[in-house]
């Protein structure tokens, strides 16, 4: 396969992105024509993650087709450029949130406690499989945000939790509320979460976090904030991925002009978001 670009950062992601065994960062330096720590930081600036860490969300992303494709575990290990099915299995709670085996058979064992309620905001989903939180979702009604919440996992059980809530699930609604002005904030601890995500994702959403109340940011502004200044797409894509509805608030982000931009939840909701964050924020900012 032969490669027409001039650029040898846009060259180094193509020949990752195409290649079945991603070459190391020393033979795709000496490919493109680069030293290694000079792709490695350029390639990072660009993209907002290392020539590494795109090989290896590249081949978690071929491990998740595969899974569902395939006719065994074994078959899609290898099909994904995983060398060994055992390197798989040790790291399968951080790549999958479960075993391979579990993931193909679309989450068949896992049960997801799950309870509602009712916000200004409209109906809200907090979930928890036994490994922590794995979605704060928002909608019109529990059927669309079960429909939602079930989509990746289709064989896993979902189980209503109502009479004195799950603890877990009790305490992220609390935390919402606080972070809403709704009602004052716990100092209990908040429970684990069990997100399935690529490290690039995680740098957006904690850069998230760490956007002050009644504030806000552009994609780019972001994209600064995470050491990667060409990567505002990116940001908005790992926005618009995120699972946890208002604890990541990816409602403080808008576009370069300070426009609202898109938002997973909807217009309505982003807009009431920052104007009740506005209102409750503290004066003297």
Avoid at 123 to 142: H, M, N, Y
Avoid at 165 to 175: S, T
Avoid at 187 to 213: C, K
């Amino acid at each position: 396969m032969s490669f027409s670009h001039s650029d040898p950062i846009a060259l180094a992601h193509e020949l990752i992105s195409s290649a079945e065994d991603a070459p190391n960062l020393h033979s795709l330096a000496q490919e493109v024509g680069l030293s290694p720590s000079h792709l490695q930081r350029r390639f990072r600036a660009r993209y907002g993650m290392s020539p590494a860490e795109f090989a290896a969300s590249r081949r978690l992303g071929r491990l998740k087709h595969a899974l569902r494709d395939s006719a065994s575990v074994t078959d899609a290990v290898y099909a994904a450029g995983f060398g060994s099915g055992s390197r798989v299995y040790e790291k399968s709670d951080t790549l999958l949130g479960m075993t391979p085996a579990d993931y193909r058979r679309g989450g068949a064992g896992t049960t997801l406690r799950y309870t509602t309620l009712a916000t200004p905001l409209g109906e809200l989903l907090v979930a928890a499989t036994e490994r922590g939180v794995c979605a704060i979702l928002l909608g019109q009604s529990e059927t669309e945000l079960l429909a939602e919440l079930t989509r990746e996992f289709p064989a896993a059980q979902s189980e209503r939790v109502d009479a004195g809530r799950d603890e877990w699930l009790g305490r992220v609604i609390a935390e919402v509320h606080a972070n809403l002005g709704w009602s004052k904030a716990s100092t209990a601890p908040l429970p684990p979460f069990d997100l399935r995500a690529t490290a690039f994702q995680w740098r957006v959403w904690q850069a998230l976090t760490r956007i002050p109340a009644g504030e806000t940011r552009s994609y780019g502004a972001v994209a600064q904030a995470i050491g990667a200044p060409r990567a505002a797409r990116a940001v908005a894509r790992a926005c618009a991925s995120n699972r946890l509805a208002i604890m990541v608030p990816c409602h403080r982000v808008v576009r370069e002009d300070g426009s609202l931009g898109g938002y997973r939840w909807g217009m309505a909701r982003k807009r009431r978001l920052l104007a009740r964050e506005t209102e409750v924020a503290p004066q003297g900012k």
